[in-house]
C-alpha cells in the first residue's frame, strides 16, 4: 500500500494516531474497504452544512434518489463509519470467521482508526453522523451481490448505543448495516483504500480520490471529461468553479496514490503515482492448527489477536507474496515470544 503521499504534508490532515447475533470488532488494524456501489455512484454530501436537498441522479441506466432527514443528508466524513465496518468484516470474512449485518464496535477505535481527535466534541459529531446515515433514504436500481432491485433503504438499517460512561459519551455500539450493503460485503464487491483517505481534508478530494481508485483500477491511467467528473462527484458547484477546484487539487498534488494532470479537450488523467493500491494479493489465510501452534507457543495469549497484529505487519511491509504463510506466522510468533 503506498504511503508516498504521507511526505506531503500540505492540505493533509495530520497522522493523529500513529500505529453470534453481533459480529463484535476485534481486528483493530483491518485495511481499509469501501464498496464498489457507493464510490462509482454519489451517495454522499459533499456539504459541511446541513444539506437538505433531494439528490437525483442518472447515469447510463442506474436511478438514484438520495432523500435526507431532518438532520440533512449523509456526508462524505459520515461515510467512514461504513468504511470502518466493511473494513472490519472483510477482514473478518478473509479470516474465515463469521459476521453478522450488525456490527458492534467501540466508538474509541472508530474515531483512532479514521483519524478523528477523540476529544468530547468528536464523540458528539459521532453520534451525529449515526444519525444522519440512518435518517437518509436512498432508492437505486444499482447492482450489489449481483442481484439488481429498485429498493428503498437508509445507508444504515439502525444503530443504538450498547454502553457509555456515566457522562453519556458512547463507548461501543452496536451498528446495523442495509441489506443493500451486507450484500456487497458478502459478494466481496470492495476495494482497498489507501489509509491517507481519512487524512484528506476536503469532501471533494475525498470523492475524486474515490472515483479515481474505482476507475482506474489496474489501468495506466483513467481520463474522463470534467463535465462527467462534476457528475459522477455529485458536487453542487459551477463546472467554472469545479474546474477551479481540481486545478488546486492538481497543483497541491497530495491525491492518495494517484496523479492528477489536465488534458486538452477539458480532461482530467488520473494515473497510479508509484504502483496500485491494491494488487491481487489477499490476505494470507492461516490454517486452524496454525493458530493451535501459536496459543501453545503464547499461552494465554488470543491467537486471533495475534493473527490479526500479523496481518497488520504484513499489510503495512508491502503485502509480499508469502509462499509458506503458516510458517511466516508462527516465526513471528517465536520472535513475540522470545527465548525459551
Known amino acids: 500500500m503506498s504511503r508516498a503521499v504521507t511526505t506531503m504534508g500540505a492540505g493533509l490532515l495530520p497522522d493523529h494516531h500513529q500505529q453470534g447475533d ?31 436537498r433531494i439528490l437525483q441522479y442518472d447515469h447510463n441506466g442506474t436511478e438514484i434518489t438520495v432523500t ?17 465496518c466493511i473494513s472490519q468484516l472483510m477482514a473478518a470474512l478473509n479470516a474465515g470467521r463469521r459476521v453478522s449485518r450488525t456490527v458492534q464496535l467501540k466508538a474509541h477505535d472508530l474515531l483512532i482508526a ?15 453522523a449515526f444519525e444522519r446515515l440512518a435518517g437518509t433514504r436512498i432508492t437505486t436500481n444499482i447492482v450489489t451481490g449481483e442481484i439488481e432491485t429498485t429498493t428503498g ?11 457509555k460512561t456515566r457522562g453519556g459519551r458512547m463507548v461501543s455500539v ?22 491517507d483517505y481519512f487524512r ?4 471533494l478530494e475525498r470523492r475524486i480520490y474515490e472515483l479515481a481508485r474505482k476507475h482506474c483500477g489496474r489501468q495506466p491511467a483513467w481520463t474522463v471529461s470534467v463535465d462527467t467528473l462534476l457528475k459522477k462527484s455529485g458536487s453542487a458547484s459551477p463546472r ?51 493458530l493451535e501452534a501459536a496459543r501453545a507457543l503464547m499461552p494465554g495469549q488470543d491467537v486471533y489477536a495475534l493473527e490479526a497484529e500479523w ?20 516465526g513471528w510468533v517465536r520472535k513475540r515470544s522470545g527465548p525459551k
Open 22 to 52: 453481533f459480529f463484535v470488532c476485534d481486528i483493530f488494524d483491518a485495511i481499509p474497504k469501501d464498496d464498489i456501489a457507493s464510490m462509482e455512484h454519489p451517495l454522499f454530501s459533499l456539504a459541511t452544512r446541513p444539506d437538505r
Open 200 to 203: 484528506l481534508r476536503k469532501p
Open 174 to 195: 452496536a451498528v446495523t448495516l442495509s441489506d443493500w450493503l451486507y450484500r456487497a460485503v458478502l459478494s466481496k464487491s470492495v476495494l482497498t483504500l489507501s489509509r
Open 153 to 163: 433503504f437508509g445507508l444504515i438499517e439502525s444503530w443504538e448505543i450498547v454502553r
Open 240 to 290: 467554472r468553479v469545479f474546474r477551479k477546484m481540481l486545478r488546486d487539487m492538481i497543483e497541491a498534488g497530495h491525491l492518495p496514490d494517484y496523479e492528477m494532470s489536465e488534458e486538452p479537450g477539458d480532461l482530467i488523467r488520473f494515473a497510479p503515482r508509484g504502483g496500485l493500491v491494491e494488487g491481487e494479493a489477499r490476505p494470507p489465510a492461516l490454517r486452524a492448527e496454525t
Open 114 to 128: 479514521t483519524n478523528r481527535e477523540t476529544s468530547g466534541d468528536a464523540y458528539r459529531r459521532l453520534r451525529e
Open 311 to 330: 496481518r497488520g505487519v504484513w499489510a503495512r511491509s508491502g503485502a509480499p507474496r508469502l509462499r509458506r504463510p503458516d510458517g511466516a506466522f508462527l
Open 68 to 84: 435526507p432527514s431532518v438532520r440533512g443528508l449523509a456526508t462524505i466524513h459520515d461515510k467512514d463509519i461504513l468504511i470502518f
